[in-house]
């Protein structure tokens, strides 16, 4: 696609309960990244794949986050259990393979654990 | 590992004034530096970035930025903000030996007074 498409752009859930958060990258971009943006606060790096690569998991917080990448393109962050300090935005961004091209960040679901 | 410092945190300039969003950076050879900026309730958008070559680049909205190895900083600027340029700006620091890692600072977030 044009961009990075994340969905869904917002998400409300029940402490305790599991949720999976999408991101479609840009088509021909091998490295997708997962950050997280807690309110006020800067960019907290979660997770990243580079095309068939073991993930660089260093950045989970914790084993109840966990994420998958499909066929190289689509992947999905699966939150169990939720917390209400899981509360934050979500940001995909997608690049090519090398670092100086920059990344292009989707807009974010915005998680709310009530 | 590279590091990236946003000493301002808020920064209030009327219109029509001059900015500059300081970045000062932490890496031991030549970096990939960046500039990000998120308007509310959006993902990140890219505005400039430096490989090698020229120190001073040129952006989008104005912008533009000026490497300086001896200070380790790569500051934003812009000769006459305007009402839209409020935001968060983000400086990111890169490095191919990071597997295609960009760290990111803490934010700065701009307000701008009519």
């Known amino acids: 696609g044009a961009g990075v498409s994340q969905s869904p752009s917002n998400k409300v859930t029940e402490k305790g309960k599991d949720v999976e958060l999408r991101c479609d990258p840009i088509?021909?971009?091998?490295?997708l990244y997962w950050y997280r943006q807690s309110l006020g606060q800067g960019l907290e790096f979660l997770i990243y794949?580079?095309?068939?690569?073991?993930?660089?998991k260093s950045g989970l917080p914790s084993d109840r986050f966990s994420a998958e990448r499909t066929g190289g393109s689509v992947s999905t962050l699966t939150i169990q259990r939720t917390q209400q300090e899981d509360s934050a935005v979500y940001l995909c961004?997608?690049?090519?393979?090398?670092?100086?091209?920059?990344?292009?960040f989707g807009s974010g679901t915005r998680l709310t654990v009530v | 590992a590279q590091s990236v410092t946003q000493p301002d945190i808020h920064i209030t300039v009327s219109e029509g004034a001059s900015l500059e969003l300081r970045c000062n950076y932490s890496?031991?050879?030549?970096?990939?530096l960046f500039w990000y900026v998120q308007s509310p309730g959006q993902g990140l958008q890219l505005l400039l970035k430096?490989?090698?070559?020229?120190?001073l680049v040129q952006g989008i909205k104005g912008f533009e930025a000026e490497f300086k190895r001896s200070q380790s900083s790569f500051n934003l600027r812009k000769p006459s903000v305007h009402w839209s340029d409020a935001a968060e700006y983000f400086c990111?620091?890169?490095?191919?030996?990071?597997?295609?890692?960009?760290?990111f600072g803490g934010g700065t977030r701009l307000m701008v007074k009519p």
């Open positions: 990111a620091v890169g490095a191919n030996n990071a597997g295609n890692m960009l760290t």
């Open positions: 961004a997608s690049s090519k393979d090398r670092v100086n091209y920059g990344y292009t």
């Open positions: 794949f580079q095309g068939n690569s073991a993930p660089d």
């Open positions: 430096y490989f090698s070559g020229d120190t």
């Open positions: 088509s021909g971009h091998t490295a």
């Open positions: 890496y031991g050879a030549t970096p990939y």
